[in-house]
């Protein structure tokens, strides 16, 4: 398959005092992208809260990897199709992640999304078809075992939007919104949960098609659910 990028930029910035660090920003526009990440350590950055990191293009595959505590990613993708991993390891990580952030060229059509964390009191938030609805979305979210205090905030819109979240761990907070477009198949959540004091809100509408598959273990579960015909 020939790649074709006609525009990268990598901008790395090593911060050595006080605190050591390894600043990505990412800007990017043409047909494809390959894009594999790996950062060890602490207080690293792939985009931050004033500058995202961001892909234009037809297809969008992403790769991301971060080892420590504090870490932030922060990402924009516009494009047809999205494919992309990302695996923490440590505390207090925030991820910010979008797709289909623009009307142009941007309506992330089709999805594959994977969000892998093993630790404690990160924040996780996803939002999917923002501008145009995804045609086919298919999200994992996996908290590993001991993985406590966590955030987890995904919107999904599409006619085709499986969002499957599996975490262990106790104290872990769950907003969850997936909108539009029912019938025919469309809507599905599959939530596991094992650990106790979660906080679950989910709301899922219309029209038509919706399905929770939702199984939880653990004491003091505070569980909202809203689904509309």
């Known amino acids: 398959m020939k790649t074709i990028i006609s525009f990268v930029m990598f901008v ?31 207080n690293n950055t792939i985009g931050n809260s004033t500058t995202s990191s961001a892909s234009t293009g037809a297809t969008t595959s992403l790769n991301i990897d971060q080892v420590g505590n504090s870490n932030v990613i922060t990402y924009q993708i516009n494009g047809a199709t999205y494919t992309g991993v990302i695996n923490l390891q440590g505390d207090s990580n925030d991820v910010d992640l979008n797709c289909d952030s623009t009307d142009g060229n941007s309506s992330c059509g089709t999805v594959n999304a994977v969000v892998n964390f093993t630790g404690n009191s990160n924040d996780i938030d996803l939002d999917i078809g923002e501008t145009s609805d995804a045609s086919n979305a298919d999200v994992d979210i996996v908290g590993n075992t001991g993985s406590d205090s966590n955030t987890v905030a995904a919107t999904i819109d599409g006619t085709s939007a499986i969002l499957t979240i599996t975490v262990n761990g106790d104290t872990n907070n769950y907003l969850i919104d997936i909108d539009g477009d029912g019938d025919v198949n469309g809507h599905t959540l599959v939530h596991t949960h094992t650990g106790g004091t979660a906080d679950v809100d989910i709301t899922q509408s219309g029209i038509n098609d919706n399905l929770i598959n939702l199984t939880t273990s653990g004491d003091n579960a505070d569980i909202d659910i809203i689904q509309r015909d």
Do not use: H, K, R
């Open 12 to 42: 790395m910035f090593m911060i050595t005092s006080p605190i050591l660090a390894n600043d990505i920003y990412v800007t990017q526009s043409g047909a494809s992208l390959t894009l594999d990440i790996l950062q060890d350590g602490e």
